[in-house]
Each structure stands twice: as structure tokens, then as C-alpha cells.
């Protein structure tokens, strides 16, 4: 499945194997390289701290 970056729901949480960084390192949705990190039942989830984007690594 091929994701519309230019369409992105900040209230879904992505997988990141199907919807790797369009650019390494940096939110999808805004650009920000400034992430907070969570580790819970077994995932990492990376939530981008300026728009909210998740996304599990």
C-alpha cells in the first residue's frame, strides 16, 4: 500500500514499514526532527512533538 503523504491523519498511528520517512529523521507532516518516544506492549512509538504524527517503529 502506497501512502498519500500529502494526506496524513493525525489521528491515526502509522506503521512504519509500511510508510517509511519520506525524509529520514524528520515528521512526514511538518518537517520537525524532534520526536517523543514511547515503548509499550512490545512497539515503539515515535510522536512527532510539534504536529502530533505517530508513527511505530
Known amino acids: 500500500m ?8 493525525l489521528d491515526k498511528v502509522y506503521i512504519y514499514n509500511e510508510m517509511p ?3 529520514a529523521g524528520r515528521c512526514d507532516n ?6 517523543k518516544s ?3 506492549n512490545g512497539e515503539f512509538l515515535r ?3 510539534n ?7
Open 2 to 9: 502506497e501512502y498519500d503523504y500529502n494526506n496524513i491523519d
Open 21 to 23: 520517512d519520506k525524509q
Open 30 to 35: 511538518c518537517g520537525n526532527s524532534h520526536f
Open 38 to 40: 514511547k515503548v509499550g
Open 47 to 49: 510522536e512527532c512533538s
Open 51 to 57: 504536529c502530533g504524527m505517530k508513527k511505530s517503529i
